[in-house]
């Protein structure tokens, strides 16, 4: 669909993705004037906001020096602490190596060991039992290197019934910062979201001004210009500062739907120099927004990533779908599950919630196992519809991913269904084919 498409080759699909090199040099040959990164992993790599600024591309993304201080978890997290925002107590590998498990000892169990670089909670593990600790430090630095070629740690106390807060923040070159409200992210299976929405059901309007004031005030500091998230956790009303993604997210659509704010052309804006068009007085937040990540795995087989051809694709009407998928595309193990989003808005929360169940029952895809009987299942639930839930909801509720044969059944019987329309209009069409067919018609 693209007007114009150059290609990229590696010896992997990531590999070449990640070829800042070639990416760069396809920027020259469309003669782009600027590059938006996307949410990959080169969305956070300071080295590739400067090649690319090194190549007389404008970057749509903030400064390389703001990608440097917030990528950095550790980094990130004194810088937040020396300026008086909330952190959790934590004990970090490089202050001495030697102590380490000692200092992590120190801080008290349970506890969370983290990467300090990367994301999508590859590394991230948490420990109970004393004993098992320096097992896990190994384990995830060993898929830490793998993933991104960089084994530093930091440990930090693990709250038992967290949830995830973010709030999106948006600035200009001329020192003009808004927030756009939070997201709450707690629905999530090994560490990595699965379904997100705003406003979040756990805050009071009290405490969402304080989280968000504190958002805005971190990404103050840091002089951070373009879009960014700001990630808290939430225990029994207080907060502590998660992490900073210095880049747009992917669950950035709920935002714009309640905001009516378009944040990729906000971003492009920033890029070009442009001033904020609005102040922070001019941002309201309309309706509830529901997104739902559909990820190619097997959620009752332990969330194990599935692959397959799209033989069938069928979106709902009525929401809104980011999809990167078409019918024929084959899905390997090379990318990231996701294949698609579902955003839903309404005027509440409930009405959202049923506008959303109702898309991910009537969503068509064929080929793949998918995780969206598990998604309709979480939307009905009592939990899930009253705002009760935390990060380790999914895992305290085993029976939401259990493989529903019933449903199963219903869902081939439709594909099949729909699959034998085209052949039963044809027949239709054509009457001497009945004869033909003799009674082997279907």
């Keep these: 669909m693209a007007d114009l498409a150059i290609p990229i080759s590696g010896r992997t699909p990531v590999a070449s993705y990640l070829d800042i090199a070639q990416i760069i040099a396809a920027a020259r040959e469309a003669n782009a004037g600027a590059l938006h990164p996307g949410y990959g992993l080169l969305s ?3 080295e590739f906001a400067r090649a690319v600024i090194e190549a007389g591309i404008t970057f749509i993304g903030p400064a390389p020096v703001a990608i440097e201080l917030m990528g950095d978890k550790i980094r990130a997290r004194n810088f937040v602490q020396r300026n008086g925002f909330p952190v959790l107590p934590c004990a970090i590998e490089e202050d001495d190596p030697t102590t380490f498990v000692a200092r992590a ?26 004993n098992s600790l320096e097992a896990a430090i190994e384990q995830a630095r060993s898929e830490v290197r793998r993933y991104f070629g960089d084994g530093r740690l930091y440990v930090e106390r693990y709250l038992e019934i967290p949830r995830h807060i973010e709030v999106q923040v948006l600035g200009d070159a001329f020192g003009n910062l808004v927030h756009l409200f939070e997201r709450e992210c707690s ?18 309007p009290e405490l969402r001004t304080r989280i968000c004031e504190a958002a805005v005030g971190i990404a ?26 210095t880049r747009l997210q992917v669950e950035h659509p709920v935002t714009e739907m309640v905001t009516d704010v378009d944040l990729i052309a906000e971003q492009i804006y920033a890029a070009a120099g442009c001033k904020l068009a609005f102040s922070q007085s001019d941002i309201a937040s309309n309706g509830h927004a529901i997104e739902l990540r559909l990820y190619a795995e097997a959620p009752e087989r ?36 996701m294949l698609a989003k579902i955003i839903a808005h309404a005027p509440s929360r409930i009405e959202a919630a049923l506008q959303a169940h109702r898309a991910v029952r009537e969503l068509v895809l064929l080929g793949c196992e998918t995780n969206a009987s598990l998604l309709a299942r979480v939307l009905a639930d009592e939990a899930f519809l009253s705002g009760q839930f935390h990060t380790g ?4 509720n085993p029976h939401l991913a259990a493989d529903n044969f019933a449903t199963g059944l219903s869902a081939f019987l439709a594909s099949a269904a729909l699959l034998t329309r085209p052949v039963r209009a044809s027949a239709d069409a054509v009457p001497e084919l009945h004869a033909a067919l003799g009674s082997w018609r279907n």
């Design 187 to 204: 629905v999530q299976r090994r560490f990595q979201k699965i379904i997100e929405e705003t406003p979040s059901p756990a805050l009071s």
């Design 220 to 245: 103050r500091a840091a002089q951070y210009q373009n879009a960014g998230t700001v990630e808290f956790i939430l225990s029994e009303g207080d907060f502590y500062f998660l992490e900073m993604n």
């Design 105 to 130: 000892h120190a801080v008290g169990f349970p506890l969370l060991v983290k990467p300090t670089l990367g994301g999508g909670g590859k590394g991230m593990r948490i420990v109970r039992d004393p």
């Design 302 to 337: 332990g969330y194990v990533p599935t692959t397959g051809k799209v033989l069938l694709l069928e979106y709902p009407d009525g929401v809104r779908i980011d999809s990167g998928i078409m019918r024929g595309q084959d899905i390997t193990p090379a990318f990231d599950p």
């Design 393 to 396: 909801y999914l895992e305290e």
């Design 44 to 46: 956070e790599s300071a």
